[in-house]
T-cell receptor
Framework: AQSVTQLGSHVSVSEGALVLLRCNYSSSVPPYLFWYVQYPNQGLQLLLKYTSAATLVKGINGFEAEFKKSETSFHLTKPSAHMSDAAEYFCAVTGGSGSARQLTFGSGTQLTVLP | GAGVSQSPSNKVTEKGKDVELRCDPISGHTALYWYRQSLGQGLEFLIYFQGNSAPDKSGLPSDRFSAERTGGSVSTLTIQRTQQEDSAVYLC?????????????FGDGTRLSIL
């Protein structure tokens, strides 16, 4: 079964600093990977997705993620944090073979941005 | 355009009562998913529908949970004889088709509280 692990349930950065949120996946076949963001009392908003077209994926709000097969990682980064980035971030995977259509989520990382 | 719409946004009910949660997907999306988000279990898949095919019910936690999708559009998730452990946010998502590389678009969820 597919799974993802997010290291660090809470991450704090200063405004303007680099944001790095870690995600490692477990998959025997190339997966499809996604990053979602959740603001309080809202649903999940798609930030970006990896579907094997390119290893460096650019998303919304200045976020990007790099797929590294050798490290089974898909870490999310943003060069300069903004106060509005404070939210919870989820990494998720679906079956690369198409056998699993539903998303399997990591446990989430709460990002705090300090002024 | 309109996103995924869920109602009610909040529901409080007594233990043992039945509840119905509604999801109206994005127009034209043939795939519809239900997830549950709770403090202890994180984000869990419940069920998904693809067109007129039989739904994948593999994530439903017990036979008290059921869902239907009428006319390939609106879906209702029903929980019978609610228990306190059913308290959670129930999220609905839709995608153009059910495929591993298809991004899922989420509603804002229904927050269910069982007294």
């Amino acid at each position: 079964a597919q799974s993802v692990t997010q290291l660090g349930s809470h991450v704090s950065v200063s405004e303007g600093a680099l944001v790095l949120l870690r995600c490692n996946y477990s998959s025997s076949v190339p997966p499809y990977l996604f990053w979602y963001v959740q603001y309080p009392n809202q649903g999940l908003q798609l930030l970006l997705k990896y579907t094997s077209a390119a290893t460096l994926v650019k998303g919304i709000n200045g976020f990007e993620a790099e797929f590294k097969k050798s490290e089974t990682s898909f870490h999310l980064t943003k060069p300069s944090a903004h106060m509005s980035d404070a939210a919870e971030y989820f990494c998720a995977v679906t079956g690369g073979s198409g056998s699993a259509r539903q998303l399997t989520f990591g446990s989430g990382t709460q990002l705090t941005v300090l002024p | 355009g309109a996103g995924v719409s869920q109602s009610p946004s909040n529901k409080v009910t007594e233990k043992g009562k039945d509840v119905e949660l509604r999801c109206d997907p994005i127009s034209g999306h043939t795939a519809l998913y239900w997830y549950r988000q709770s403090l202890g279990q994180g984000l869990e898949f419940l069920i998904y529908f693809q067109g007129n095919s039989a739904p994948d019910k593999s994530g439903l936690p017990s036979d008290r949970f059921s869902a239907e999708r009428t006319g390939g559009s609106v879906s209702t998730l029903t929980i019978q004889r609610t228990q306190q452990e059913d308290s959670a946010v129930y999220l609905c998502a839709s995608s153009l088709v059910a495929g591993g590389n298809q991004p899922q678009h989420f509603g804002d969820g229904t927050r269910l509280s069982i007294l």
